[in-house]
């Protein structure tokens, strides 16, 4: 399984990104999937996730800013980031959890800077 992320770039603060992410190489629907991020000198944090269109979560830095969806395609996810922050910049990872494993993307760098 390969999860390819994009959607990363540099905003200003106040600004949107849409970030995006689709796993490939399995015949199973994820039953997990969502973000991370690691900022310079940090530890990896997780974000949010969702399991079915009603189950999402969020952390407390997210929770009124950000939105988490499924698309359309099996085993693709979005996160709609609003009001970012220079305390959003970080790599963002994603995850997805199929058949008890969890498998991790690449990342992608977003950067808030003025």
């Known amino acids: 399984v390969q999860l390819q992320a994009s959607g990363g770039g540099l905003v200003q603060p106040g600004g949107s990104l849409r970030l995006s992410c689709a796993a490939s190489?399995?015949?199973?629907?994820?039953?997990?999937m969502g973000w991370y991020r690691q900022a310079p000198g940090k530890e990896r944090e997780w974000v949010s996730d969702?399991?079915?269109?009603?189950?999402?979560r969020y952390a407390d830095s997210a929770k009124g800013r950000f939105t988490i969806s499924r698309g359309s395609a099996k085993n693709t996810v979005y996160l709609q980031m609003n009001s970012l922050k220079p305390e959003d910049t970080a790599v963002h990872y994603c995850?997805?959890?199929?058949?008890?494993?969890?498998?991790w993307g690449q990342g992608t760098q977003v950067t808030v800077s003025s």
């Open positions: 969702i399991r079915t269109a009603t189950t999402r």
């Open positions: 995850i997805s959890d199929i058949r008890g494993s969890r498998y």
């Open positions: 190489g399995s015949i199973f629907s994820a039953d997990v």
